[in-house]
């Protein structure tokens, strides 16, 4: 599977982005999909995942009820609804693929990644 992912950009605190990563070769129905972030000098930490089926998510304690992961099969796309961000946001976002049974939050497990979108928000 190839991601491409998209919808970054620069935004004021107390804003909101939609992160799209756009999936081909084969269905997100396949995998357990994953958003990541690293920020400068830190190490890539897990954002936020959704199952295969799509009917369960998991996210970091950082983005809990700012932060929503959903997918959408008829266009092979996972997003990431992020409201109320803050300074802290600030980092190159990923999403990733993986064949494990669970979601996972660390990114060993996730054999697939996209490029990274840079999310910037200013104070």
């Known amino acids: 599977v190839q991601l491409q992912a998209s919808g970054g950009g620069l935004v004021q605190a107390g804003g909101s982005l939609r992160l799209s990563c756009a999936a081909s070769?084969?269905?997100?129905?396949?995998?357990?999909m994953g958003w990541f972030r690293q920020a400068p000098g830190k190490e890539r930490e897990f954002v936020a995942g959704i199952s295969r089926s799509g009917i369960s998510t998991d996210y970091a304690d950082s983005v809990k009820g700012r932060f929503t992961i959903s997918g959408d099969n008829a266009k092979n796309t996972v997003y990431l609804q992020m409201n109320s961000l803050k300074p802290e946001d600030t980092a190159v976002y990923y999403c990733?693929?993986?064949?494990?049974?669970?979601?996972?939050?660390?990114?060993?497990?996730?054999?697939?990644w996209g490029q990274g979108t840079q999310v910037t928000v200013s104070s």
């Open positions: 990733a693929a993986g064949s494990q049974i669970r979601i996972a939050t660390t990114d060993a497990w996730y054999a697939y």
């Open positions: 070769g084969r269905t997100i129905s396949s995998y357990n």
